[in-house]
Structure formats: C-alpha cells, structure tokens
C-alpha cells in the first residue's frame, strides 16, 4: 500500500476514534456513570470502524485498483480494464475509464501505423535516391544532412558517416562567381514561397567540399509531405566540371585564333583604305566596286573577329567597363549617323526621334553602349525589307532611361523570341536565308546592359515588325549601384 494511503487510513481511523470519544464523554455524563460512557465508547467506535470499513470498500480500493491500471498503462499495457459494474459515480468512473483506454489504444495503434508507413516511404526514398547519378542531398527542417546518396559521396569527397546530422553549411561551401551563397540562400527551408516544388535554380555554381572543387548546376525544392518525416529541402547538384573544362578549352581557342587573326585583318583594312584613297579617281567603276566590297568584307570580319574576343571575355568575366555619365541622346545620334548609308543602300528611312526635353544623363561605357546601338540598329536594317522604316526613340521611366529600336521588318515568330539573347541563337526560315550573322550580337548585348545594371527586351510580331528595347539607369540612381 503506497505511503500516502496509510496516512489517510489513520488520520481517517484517528477521526472517527475521537469523534467516538467525545461523544462517549457526553453520554457518559449524559448517563452519570461509568458503564454508560463505557458502553457510549464502545458503540463509537463500533461505528467508527464500521464506517471505515465501508468506505475503504466503496472509495480506497476503487483508488487504488485505479492507480495500478493508471501505471499499467504507463507501461503500454492497453488491456486492462476496470469492472465498472456498480451504479454509483464509481461505476461511471470506471466506465470511462475503460472507454478512456480503448480510445487510446486505438490512437496509439493509427499513431504507430502512420509511422510505420512514414519510415517505409523513406526507406523506398532514399533507395531511389541512391540510384539517381546527380548528387541528391536531403536536409531536415534545422538544414542537418539526413540523406546523401552515393554521387554526393563521389564529388564532395566525404563518406555518408562524415556528414549525416551535420549542418550543410559546414559539409559544402557554395560559389556564384566571387559571392558566397548562404545555406539559406540556395536551401530555404523556411521559406514561404516554396511550400512545394522548386524553391531555388543555378546554372554554373563552385562547390567546395572536402578538399574538392567542382562546377555544378544547383536545383533545391521541397517535396510533398516533407514535413511529415523531417525533410526540410532536397538538393539536386548536376556536375558540370567537364562541360566547363571543354567550354574553357573551346573559348582559349576561339580567343586565341581572334587574336591571331587580328593583326593581319588589322592590317588589310588599312591597306585597302589607303587604296580606295588613292585610286579614286583613277579606277573605273567596277574596280571601285570591288574594292568597296572587299573593304565591307574585312570590316564584317573585323567584327566578327571583335565579338569572338567579346565572347570570350565575358564567359571568363573579364569584359570591364569604363563609366561616365553621358547623354544618350548624343550617343544615339552618333550611331545612327554611322549606319545611315547602310540604311540609304536599302532605301529605308533611318530616323531619329529626338526629343529635347530635360533628360538626366546616364552612367555608362559609351563604348560598350555603342556596341550595343550598332548592333541593334545593324539588325534592324538587315531584316527590314527594301523601302521600309527603322525608329530609334528614348523615354524616361522612373529612374530609368529607356531606349527602342523598331523596324517593319518580318517580324520574330514566339518560339524564337525565349532564345533570341542566347549565344550562337540564329532565326530559322526566311529570316535567316536573308541575312548573315553568328548569333553572337545579342548575347553580348543582354551581356553588356547586365553590366549596366539593365534590361534588355523585345517585342515583335510575324508580319509586322519588332522593337527591341533596353533601359539604364539614370546617374543618380547609378550611384548606389555596384559596377563591376
């Protein structure tokens, strides 16, 4: 019998003891003599001991066969049951007592399935995982490793026991360029907007893992359910090391032959310059025309010469820029003076639409910016037909300059417009039987108005033209901006 069960049997047989003796005393006095108190005593605690005894049988031992099915189902013993068949309030205890531990056996028993369920989906998970050739890194809600497969084991050079429970941030270090992401950065698994699916995509990022270094394309989400077995984000890494090393290889060639072919084309050009100088007036018509065309031709592939060394520098990040603030309206009026005979050959109206309205110059390499005009407006010309019209116009939005180039050209299908800035991109059809390029002119430009902290877009039709726009920021905004 527990310790503070005793107390109260004998504080209660304490009770009644006193009780029956002062009532003895005043009976006792009541009857004037000895034998009457004596004989009042002995009724007392007659009672006494009588009303223990029933309620030791009505309330103890209930108590206490319910203290015992209380421990015996500490102990998961979900069988025990109490007899409940009195009609007192102890009856009805019992009864939902018994109910009590059937509806929590059954809870206990869903609880366990669930689990059990849980545990199996992620034992059938990390087994897919496992045969799956990119590196799959799973981390639970605190960013602790949980799952990595045996391709993660292979390129960050750690074995699955170096890492599992550690924090991802201290397993790989992940690099965009020079900037070091955050594990929170490219592994959100607190954030709001990525309940389910793809919260986060990189091309071309350097991991750092056990003294390794490799490239990788970065894809982190969240799946269905993850919550539910403590899996806060997966990462998917796709090494791309080789695919880099060849396309490095590819540009030190490009960039080396360019190089090679400078100096020599450097030199044609001046030759046949002082040439058409020298023999314009003393060369016939055809002659003239000849010279002309093998002038254009070098030019041509002096530029294209020029936008495989472009090319080249940006894929290794040393296109530098040089920034000033210009007024882009004179820049503007330059580059269509420069291209006007080409526009005048075809019989196209070339024209600028200025506008002289207070304008806030603009922070930029004219140079670069230059190229960027050229470009655009050497397109619009090559792909508007005979006798029709290109325009060049400017306008302020907000803290941005904005500048469009439109033509009444063929127009651009949708299909082509998503990889229209893509490198080496060509339009196919009758577009391209017309004009000659390498698909290089409008990478380098989405390239440079990057740089500039810009955009640059495009908005076309079949049959009825384009207009290719690009915004920069105007000097005072430029001023918080961080130009590399």
Same mark, same amino acid.
């Given at each position: ?30 009857? !004037? ?46 069988? =025990? ?5 009195? *009609? ?54 605190? *960013? ?18 170096? /890492? ?12 965009? $360029?020079?900037?070091?992401? &955050? ?10 907007? !990525?309940?389910?699916? =793809? ?8 991991? /750092? ?14 799946? @269905? ?19 880099? $090393? ?6 030190? %060639? ?57 090319? !080249? +520098?940006?894929?290794?990040? @040393? ?9 882009? $309206? ?5 580059? /269509?003076?420069?291209?006007?005979? +080409? ?10 639409? +200025? ?5 806030? @110059? ?29 325009? /060049? ?27 229209? %800035? ?5 339009? !196919? ?16 430009? @989405? ?14 039709? &079949? ?8 915004? &920069? ?12």
């Amino acid at each position: 019998m527990n310790l503070p069960i005793k107390w109260f049997l004998i504080s209660l047989t304490l009770f009644f003891y006193l009780t029956g003796l002062a009532a003895g005393l005043l009976i006792g006095e009541f009857f !004037s003599n000895l034998i009457g108190a004596i004989a009042a005593v002995f009724i007392m605690v007659i009672i006494g001991l009588t009303s223990y005894l029933v309620i030791h049988s009505t309330i103890i031992n209930p108590l206490q066969k319910l203290q015992n099915s209380l421990k015996n189902i500490g102990e998961k013993d979900f069988e =025990v049951r109490l007899d409940g068949g009195s *009609q007192n309030e102890i009856g009805g205890l019992f009864g939902a007592f018994n109910t009590m531990v059937v509806d929590l056996k059954a809870i206990i028993e869903k609880l366990e399935q669930d689990k059990n369920l849980k545990s199996a989906d992620k034992d059938k998970f990390e087994v897919v995982l496992s045969g799956i050739s990119d590196a799959i890194i799973a981390v639970d809600l605190d *960013q602790k490793i949980q799952i990595f497969n045996s391709a993660a084991q292979n390129l960050t050079g750690y074995s699955t026991e170096e /890492v599992i429970g550690h924090h991802i941030g201290k397993v790989i270090r992940v690099f965009d $360029r020079s900037d070091e992401l &955050l594990p929170f950065d490219y592994c959100p698994v607190n954030s709001s907007n !990525s309940e389910e699916g =793809v919260a986060f995509t990189k091309k071309d990022l350097k991991i /750092v893992g056990k003294n390794k270094e490799f490239f990788a394309n970065l894809v982190a989400g969240k799946i @269905k359910g993850g919550t539910g077995i403590n899996l806060g984000c997966i990462l998917a890494l796709h090494d791309t090391s080789e695919e880099k $090393r060849l396309e490095e290889m590819k540009l030190d %060639f490009v960039s080396m032959a360019a190089h090679e072919l400078r100096t020599p084309l450097t030199s044609l050009r001046g030759y046949l310059s002082v040439l058409i100088k020298e023999t314009k007036n003393t060369l016939g018509a055809d002659d003239t025309m000849f010279l002309s065309r093998a002038n254009i031709s070098a030019q041509q592939l002096s530029a294209l010469i020029e936008n495989l060394l472009n090319v !080249s +520098r940006i894929e290794n990040h @040393k296109l530098t820029i040089n920034i000033e603030p210009t007024d882009i $309206r004179q820049l503007i009026q330059q580059s /269509v003076d420069q291209i006007m005979e +080409r526009a005048t050959e075809k019989k196209i109206t070339l024209e600028f639409k +200025r506008d002289d309205s207070p304008l806030p @110059k603009v922070l930029i390499d004219k140079i670069r910016i230059g190229e960027v005009l050229g470009n655009l407006l050497s397109n619009a010309i090559a792909y508007t037909q005979d006798g029709g019209r290109v325009s /060049v116009w400017i306008e302020r939005k907000g803290d941005d300059v904005v500048t469009h180039v439109a033509d009444t050209g063929e127009g651009i299908s949708k299909e082509s417009l998503q990889h229209l %800035f893509t490198k080496f991109f060509r339009i !196919s059809g009758k577009l391209e039987q017309t004009t000659k390029g390498t698909g290089l002119g409008l990478y380098i430009s @989405k390239e440079i108005i990057q740089m500039h902290h810009g955009e640059i877009w495009v908005e076309s039709e &079949l049959g009825k033209g384009s207009t290719f726009s690009f915004s &920069l920021p105007t000097e005072s905004k430029s001023l918080v901006l961080d130009f590399k």
